[in-house]
């Protein structure tokens, strides 16, 4: 059974660095592309970024990418997500996905406030 | 950037009732849509892919339809475990999701 298991998430403050973990099983995770996606309190959904299966490639969506970074560690079946000076609107539920967004975690809730 | 517009964002719907929920792109997207049910504290789940192919497990049903710019969900019979919020989601060029419809029981 495909598992994803979000964590890290919490309360931080406006300017503060953070980094999520989500640890997989289930499957070879060194074979499949992964990405990060995240719901905001009124429920949109915003696609963050994409790594690929080796960790050689990442993309992100240009109004993250400068913020965002995605990497993983395939030992450990483990993607990552760091985010630095995080803003009120990175407050949020952070979904990581397995490609083609088969299979999704329970989600891990950041909230950015002072 | 891909404009995905969903509707309708809430539903309300009696057993055994077929429903539809629609997503509008702003471009074709070549039948590169998905669809997916988020039930309360639980994590998405796929329900079709690529327009009309269901998901490993998913109940027949559960249907998609469309092509170029408009795309349609439909539960032929709903059933009250089908209780969740919809959204679709487009990775013709990027990603793009709906922004949801909500499915409650009348």
């Known amino acids: 059974e495909v598992q994803l298991v979000e964590s890290g998430g919490g309360l931080v403050q406006p300017g503060a660095s953070l980094k999520l973990s989500c640890v997989a099983s289930g499957f070879t995770f060194s074979d499949y592309w992964m990405s990060w996606v995240r719901q905001t309190p009124g429920k949109t959904m915003e696609w963050i970024g994409d790594?690929?299966?080796?960790?050689?490639?990442?993309n992100y969506a240009p109004s993250l990418k400068n913020r965002f970074t995605i990497s993983r560690d395939n030992a450990k079946s483990t993607l990552y997500l760091q985010m630095s000076n995080v803003r009120s609107e990175d407050t949020a539920t952070y979904y990581c996905t397995r490609a083609l967004f088969d299979y999704w975690g329970q989600g891990v809730m950041v909230t950015v406030s002072s | 950037d891909i404009q995905m517009t969903q509707s309708p964002s809430f539903l309300s719907a009696t057993v055994g009732d077929r429903v539809t929920i629609n997503c509008k792109a702003s471009?074709?997207?070549?039948?590169?849509l998905n669809w997916y049910q988020q039930k309360l504290g639980e994590a998405p789940k796929r329900l079709i892919y690529?327009?009309?192919s269901l998901q490993t497990g998913i109940p027949s049903r559960f249907s998609g339809s469309g092509s170029g710019t408009d795309y349609t969900l439909t539960i032929s019979s709903l059933q009250p475990e089908d209780v969740a919020t919809y959204f679709c989601?487009?990775?013709?060029?990027?990603?793009?999701f709906g922004a949801g419809t909500k499915l409650e029981l009348k």
């Open positions: 790594i690929k299966y080796d960790g050689s490639y990442t």
């Open positions: 471009q074709n997207i070549n039948k590169y």
């Open positions: 989601l487009q990775h013709n060029s990027g990603y793009t």
């Open positions: 690529n327009t009309n």
